[in-house]
């Protein structure tokens, strides 16, 4: 039995891709076994009514809260009012002297918005009403109090959630990118559906598209800002992923060489021109510490610069306290986040729905395993009894500390992640990639075992080396990687893991782990439904049994389980 949790957040998001008040309960009543509960009915007008009638604008460096004024609905002028009665929100109002408006608002036209048809097609009419203007009164804020302000505006406070769209075409003031995307960079239909919850009536909303490992997250990206074509800033979690992400561009756009620059602690280029991308890291713009006398003047030009597009890769790292500073030191019209996996431990992935916006699409893994699209995976979990003298001391108190390192450096684990090797190199010609997050683990086995290894230390050179060497050479077929490898690392020949130790509990990183290999592999009649190859993917956990890692390892499972994948025990 499957249960679903309908809350302020998910219906906010609903409507947020258009789905409108009474079609979601017309669904619900269709679906639903029983007539829906009068209360229930009132939750979901509650939490949709005030969707779009208060909107985040940024305008030359300036954030302003705008609500349409129409003649005929002076309610939504009350609509400020009630926001600047609130504590947090009055504070941070910015009051000019000479603000210009009726009650201290500022009064401005702004383009109506224009509603195509199911064909697409806007006929004369309604291209005249799309072009009235329409009033608006707005007040500006605190660049460094938006946070806040969002925050108060969600459903389970003020329940006005704010609008973040971006009328790109009509933006004059910020110069336009000449950039497109190459002929043969043709989305599949998935990543078309996430781009369309996107983009609607000539706007770009803010959001979060979620997509596999493999799946094509990269030209989603790539594909948005191509379409907005503005200045765009891609935050990436490392270095590696950094080049990765500006060969990305490259392959799928026609942008130039001059217009795409990467700003990392090797690499500090700028774009030639009025707009470009900048591809740089989280911790590079959060960075509060001192800096060289050339990266303090790029920093001061990515915060100063009004960005079009907020690209940003592996969005649930956002909300942790280091990474949240990039949405207040940087100031853009819209925000996209890419993650294969919305969820946290420690519950904080929720603070996206105020820091980037709602979620606009998620794709399922198992219907695009049967199309093919990715790689389709036999998950194990493997037990490793733990030998007779290992086993002795982990049961000791005093070796409290010590139970990790014994449960992992288990030799029968060792006997069997060497087994497990040697049959998928040996057998299959297959890639591997062992994952230790111990670090001692990690270098034993890789020493012991003879195979190059990546970890924090490893320098940006040696890890590329070892990566070339692993995807073209047919004499390094299995690297050890910690958890530096867990994201944003692009290995698209390695088919088979196996995880020696890992992050406690962590579903995320269990997810981001199978991500590795979910890239299609072979050809798409093998791997579609009824192909000849059942697996071409393989995910092995190595757990030691009787200890606490048993425990870990169901918890870790449940994300991928929750998918549709089920995991055979050995």
């Not at 904080?348 to 606009?360: A, H, Y």
Request: glycine share 6%; with cysteine; aromatic share 10%.
């Amino acid at each position: 039995m499957h249960e679903y949790n309908l809350t302020p957040h998910s219906l906010y998001a609903a409507v947020s891709v258009g789905l409108e008040t009474e079609t979601i309960i017309a669904v619900l009543n269709k679906l639903s076994k029983t007539k829906l509960p009068k209360e229930m009915i009132d939750f979901i007008h509650a939490s949709t009514a005030n969707y779009g009638k208060v909107k985040l604008v940024l305008k030359k460096n300036r954030y302003f809260i705008e609500s349409p004024f129409p003649e005929a609905s002076w309610l939504l002028y009350f609509v400020l009012k009630k926001l600047l009665h609130d504590e947090v929100i009055a504070r941070a109002r910015i009051v000019s002297e000479n603000a210009p408006g009726s009650d201290e608002f500022t009064i401005s036209k702004t383009a109506g918005e224009m509603e195509t048809g199911h064909d697409g097609l806007l006929n004369e009419a309604e291209l005249a009403a799309a072009a009235e203007e329409k009033e608006t009164h707005a007040f500006e804020i605190d660049p460094a109090q938006v946070e806040n302000v969002k925050q108060r505006c969600l459903p389970n406070a003020l329940n006005y959630p704010m609008l973040e769209e971006y009328d790109f075409r009509n933006d004059t003031v910020n110069p336009d990118l000449d950039m497109e995307l190459k002929p043969h960079a043709q989305p599949r239909p998935y990543q078309e559906k996430s781009l369309s919850k996107m983009f609607g009536n000539g706007r770009a909303r803010s959001g979060i598209i979620v997509l596999p490992c493999g799946a094509g997250k990269s030209l989603v990206g790539v594909s948005a800002a191509s379409r907005i074509r503005k200045s765009c800033l891609c935050l990436a979690t490392n270095a590696v992923s950094v080049d990765q992400w500006a060969f990305q561009f490259k392959l799928w756009s026609t942008i130039r060489d001059d217009q795409i620059c990467r700003f990392t602690s090797d690499s500090k280029e700028r774009f030639r021109g009025n707009a470009g991308v900048v591809v740089t890291t989280y911790n590079m713009v959060a960075f509060g510490g001192k800096r060289s006398e050339e990266s303090e003047k790029i920093i001061e030009e990515i915060r100063n610069r009004e960005w079009g597009l907020l690209l940003m890769d592996e969005v649930h790292v956002v909300p942790a306290h280091m990474f949240r500073k990039v949405i207040s030191l940087t100031k853009s019209h819209c925000k996209l986040g890419l993650t294969a996996t919305l969820v946290r431990e420690d519950e904080r992935i929720t603070d996206l729905n105020f820091l980037i916006g709602p979620k606009l699409y998620e794709a399922n893994w198992l219907d695009l395993v049967k199309g093919g699209f990715i790689a389709n995976v036999q998950c194990a979990e493997v037990w490793c009894p733990m030998t007779k003298e290992f086993f002795a001391e982990y049961l000791k108190k005093e070796n409290s500390k010590k139970k990790q390192a014994l449960y992992v450096m288990n030799p029968n684990k060792f006997r069997a992640c060497e087994f497990l090797i040697r049959f998928h190199e040996q057998e299959r010609g297959d890639k591997i990639i062992v994952f230790a997050d111990n670090l001692f683990a990690l270098t034993e086995y890789a020493m012991k075992l003879r195979k190059p290894m990546i970890y924090g230390a490893t320098s940006h050179l040696e890890r590329t080396k070892i990566l070339q060497a692993f995807k073209t050479s047919r004499n390094v077929n299995t690297i050890f990687l910690s958890k530096v490898g867990d994201n944003s690392i692009d290995i698209p020949e390695a088919n088979v893991i196996i995880q020696i130790s890992s992050h406690a509990g962590s579903r995320r990183q269990e997810a981001q782990r199978l991500g590795r290999i979910l890239r299609a592999k072979g050809r798409l009649e093998d791997r579609m439904a009824g192909g000849k190859e059942e697996f071409n993917a393989f995910f092995y956990s190595l757990v030691s049994t009787d200890t606490q890692e048993m425990y870990y390892s169901t918890k870790r499972q449940q994300f991928l389980i929750d998918q549709g994948y089920s995991f055979k025990v050995y």
